[in-house]
């Protein structure tokens, strides 16, 4: 028995121990919690009303985030910023959508807006650049879509859906697409406006992914259904359900590089691994045991939240609530590695060329890991609340985050093989 303990029972008797050594009784600062947290089990399920369990607090976050390894700050949005996203040309601007009803353009240099996306009617939870970067898309929850040319900084089409589930340009036309909440994914050439829709049973398209042939989309549902479009025709190719689909929402939707197979990220704890040809599942990942932390529910599943092929190795990466990054070898569906964090992982993204991958988490860092390893290479700290998007650029020397602090970053990433 150490002394802390002798110390307790001489004060108090036996009964007091619990409260002595239950750190929720007390707000101790930063560094009393550092040296408490190894007695801490965040197993036990302690008080059902705390759904704060095993979660850093705010004051945590906030001593942590004093820290700042950001090359440069935006902080033009008035509420947290929901996406955000890189021009594919040049990789020297990024748009950013946020709770204020805006988006941005900016200089990732230098942080100087180049035009604002203004007239949307609830947040800006979709923000992305065309192909080529001359046209940038914002679309708002109310299902405002609006599109503005990037050169002349004005809008020049606008179009109302139902509540926006996700949006996305076709890989190479200035072809937009939409998923939304009645399960209608909508097709338009921008600016003519010619449209086409592809209509489902009543749920929601909650994710899509234009293939990269650009003449198929795969869109996953809320009820776990996925389908393969065929773009020019408007019919279903593929449809997976039941034991083929999912068995909750689909979270996440990622490609291969030539696009012969496809992932899926489901609430459901898995993801699968799907020919895109044959529309067969060729594939099912899901890790045991996982929960995620403060949740209440013990059946609740742990939900996959992103997911990504590696370009240059046959290796995939699944992103778990939990705070679980898997990779797996596509090859022999064997798990690899589990790279922990202390938080919910929120998304993931592989380099373009190496087998790095990083991951935004709850707990408002970005991380770099090394996939062959599981190595984690870095960690770059700097906002106070989660980060809920981010992109890497094409040469992976810089990263932009968008955090629910009312602010996006910019982090110089370095690595010791660069």
């Keep these: 028995m150490d002394n802390t303990e002798e110390n307790a029972i001489e004060l108090h008797g036996d009964e007091e121990i619990i409260e002595v050594i239950d750190l929720n009784d007390t707000e101790p600062g930063p560094d009393d919690l550092a040296d408490d947290l190894g007695d801490v089990d965040f197993e036990d399920p302690g008080n059902p009303e705390d759904d704060n369990e095993g979660w850093e607090t705010e004051d945590e976050m906030e001593a942590e985030a004093e820290q700042d390894d950001s090359e440069l700050t935006f902080s033009k949005h008035t509420g947290s910023v929901f996406c955000v996203s890189l021009d594919p040309a040049t990789n020297s601007l990024a748009v950013t959508g946020g709770e204020d009803d805006k988006a941005y353009v900016w200089r990732v240099s230098d942080g100087e807006v180049v035009m604002e996306c203004t007239g949307h009617k609830d947040s800006v939870t979709c923000a992305m650049f065309s192909h080529d970067s001359s046209l940038v898309a914002s679309g708002d929850m109310s299902g405002l879509i609006k599109v503005w040319k990037v050169e002349t900084k004005e809008e020049i089409w606008s179009f109302e859906v139902g509540d926006l589930e996700w949006l996305e340009w076709h890989p ?6 939409a998923g939304t909440n009645d399960g209608n994914v909508w ?9 086409k829709t592809f209509e489902s049973p009543a749920c929601q398209a909650t994710s899509g992914k234009v293939l990269p042939d650009g003449k198929r989309a795969v869109v996953g549902y809320e009820d776990g259904t996925i389908r393969v479009w065929d773009l020019k025709h408007g019919n279903a190719i593929h449809v997976l ?16 590089k030539d696009g012969s197979l496809m992932l899926t990220g489901s609430v459901d704890g898995c993801a699968k691994l799907v020919n895109t040809t044959t529309g067969k599942v060729v594939g099912v990942f899901s890790v045991e045991g996982g929960k995620a932390k403060g949740s209440k529910d013990e059946e609740e599943s742990n939900s996959v939240e992103s997911v990504g092929f590696c370009n240059i190795l046959p290796l995939i990466a699944v992103a778990y609530l939990d705070g679980t990054l898997a990779i797996y070898d596509l090859s022999t569906q064997v798990l690899r590695h589990r790279c922990q964090h202390e938080a919910g992982i929120v998304h993931l993204q592989w380099e373009e060329s190496s087998s790095v991958v990083s991951t935004c988490s709850l707990d408002g860092a ?14 770059y700290r700097g906002h106070t609340a ?26 110089c990433l370095q690595r010791p093989d660069r």
Excluded: Y
């Excluded at 190479?172 to 697409?177: E, G």
């Excluded at 989660?386 to 982090?411: M, R």
């Design 241 to 256: 359900k039941g034991q083929d689909g999912h068995q909750g929402a689909l979270t996440c939707l990622a490609c291969n």
């Design 386 to 411: 989660e980060i809920l998007d981010f992109t890497v650029n094409g040469e992976a020397s810089l990263a932009v985050t968008a955090s629910g602090d009312n602010q996006a970053k910019v982090f």
């Design 172 to 177: 190479c036309a200035p072809v937009l697409l």
């Design 366 to 379: 970005l991380r770099l890991w090394d996939a062959r390893s599981g190595n984690l290479l870095s960690e």
């Design 187 to 195: 097709m338009w050439k921008i600016p003519a406006g010619d449209c």
